[in-house]
């Protein structure tokens, strides 16, 4: 082993070779950067050697392989586009909407070049980024002033500190929901130092609870848009209407929706769920409510607060705007979606787009994949009837009939070619269901059926290796 060990070459002669200038040149690195790589390289080589794991034989090319994946690692990103594969268009964890065209466009505009983001070109003075979408937000919800934060749990964390701390927000029992990677309500509400005063229960909430509640230290009334759960069988919620009739005689209770995803198109119209739109929500006479950027609406990362002047301008000049500002991207692609739904063009967000799909436009790309995959020797496939999902924590008892493919191997169980789709490159993410992979393509688009097509020709050269 010793012997082994004295064969590593030294990393002054490894510099000299013909190698190191080869790959500095191929990947464009810089040679302190490359030497660093090789360093690590030749300590795994040891450690390898040590181990027992490694030979003697061939070490300089040995080594000389391992820098260059190293290399190919350090130039590839960690976040990557992936192919949703599973039908469901809001997945939390594959990144939520898609940006439709315009939106991207208009973010690559924005981010090379400067822009009027704090700039009001017609005074050539300093301008304030809260104008950028303010006016659309107002056009297409009906609102008196919006703003906009970060995403839609800072907004709920805004409200309730700027309005609630050291008075108490009453909410409902069947409202206390956690959403997603440990997003609380009670946790928020307790981090932004209101007092939480629970009413009700479970299942039921009437409006003499609150009544009931209503004290001098109460500064605000929460709804919750319960998202991720359903309460089914013998329950009751109290209204936003019911809940604005509590101002009566209280001009100073501020009554807030959180409407979780919201929605600016009628999916209701189609069939799809009972979500309320936002200009709906707001006709009620609710103070303020607040949604998801990217939920829904189909938008950037971002969290939408709309409602009464007072109370938006109040939340404008709080220290806690400026901590959770939007950056300039998110404001080009938040501008170009909501212009979207101004100009009555909201099929061309992707997520309203995937979310009216009919089972034949659906069909229509499954067999447009078939054609272009053609016969396959370890793959066969059949076009099946499924249920999408929404997804995002929203919508949860509806599904949208969907077309997939089940794919059928006799080489590869379904697990193993799902895991295979996944470390591809792109990745594709599948569903399993009675132990068959299933594609629907309700969340594939035609731009990706070239690449998927792809990925399970390279599964099959492998597998028949
Ligand atoms: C999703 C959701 C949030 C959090 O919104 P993000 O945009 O993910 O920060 C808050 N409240 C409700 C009811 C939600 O559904």
Not at 93 to 105: C, H, K, M, P, Y
Not at 272 to 279: D, F, K, L, M, W
Request: aromatic share 6%; hydrophobic share 40%.
């Amino acid at each position: 082993m010793k012997e082994l060990l004295r064969n590593i070459p030294p990393i002054h002669e490894l510099q000299k070779q013909h190698r190191f200038f080869q790959l500095s040149k191929k990947y464009d690195m810089e040679h302190a950067i490359l030497t660093g790589l090789l360093r690590i390289s030749l300590d795994t080589v040891r450690r390898d050697i040590l181990k027992g794991k490694m030979d003697g034989t061939d070490l300089p090319s040995r080594i000389w392989s391992e820098t260059e994946e190293l290399l190919k690692r350090k130039r590839k990103p960690c976040l990557l586009p992936v192919i949703n594969a599973t039908g469901t268009i809001l997945h939390t964890n594959l990144g939520r909407a898609r940006l439709s065209r315009e939106a991207i466009d208009r973010v690559v505009e924005v981010a090379s070049n400067y822009s009027n983001l704090e700039f009001d070109i017609d005074s050539g003075k300093r301008g304030s980024r809260h104008d950028i979408v303010e006016d659309l937000i107002k056009e297409v919800t009906g609102a008196e002033a919006a703003m906009v934060v970060n995403n839609n749990a800072a907004a709920v964390f805004f409200i309730l500190n700027t309005f609630g701390k050291g008075k108490e927000v009453i909410v409902s029992r069947g409202q206390l929901v956690e959403i997603g990677g440990s997003f609380r309500i009670s946790s928020i509400m307790e981090e932004s130092g209101a007092k939480l005063v629970e009413v009700g229960t479970t299942n039921k909430t009437h409006l003499r609870d609150y009544y009931e509640a209503l004290a001098d230290e109460t500064a605000m009334v929460l709804k919750v848009h319960t998202s991720n759960f359903k309460t089914i069988g013998f329950t009751q919620a109290v209204s936003t209407e019911q809940l604005v009739s509590l101002k009566e005689g209280r001009e100073e209770l501020i009554v807030y929706e959180d409407l979780g995803s919201g929605v600016l198109y009628d999916f209701t119209q189609m069939g799809i769920g009972e979500e309320p739109v936002v200009q709906n929500v707001l006709k009620t006479g609710v103070d303020i409510v607040s949604f998801s950027g990217d939920k829904l609406l189909g938008g950037p990362q971002a969290g939408i607060i709309a409602g009464k002047k007072e109370y938006i301008e109040k939340l404008k000049k709080h220290q806690l705007a400026r901590v959770l500002r939007v950056d300039k991207m998110s404001f080009a692609a938040l501008e170009a979606t909501l212009q979207a739904y101004a100009l009555n063009k909201a099929k061309d967000i992707p997520t309203v787009r995937d979310m009216l799909l009919s089972e034949e436009e659906v069909k229509e790309k499954a067999i447009k994949f078939l054609d272009c995959i053609g016969e396959q020797e370890i793959f066969e496939w059949e076009i099946i009837e499924v249920e999408s999902m929404v997804g995002g924590g929203t919508m949860p008892d509806v599904t949208i009939p969907s077309i997939a493919i089940k794919v059928h191997s006799n080489n590869l169980t379904a697990q193993s070619l799902a895991d295979k789709l996944r470390k591809g490159t792109p990745s594709v993410v599948v569903r399993i269901q009675d132990q068959h992979v299933i594609l629907d393509f309700r969340t594939i688009t035609h731009g990706e059926i070239p690449k998927l097509v792809e990925a399970f020709r390279k599964i099959e050269l492998t597998c028949r290796d």
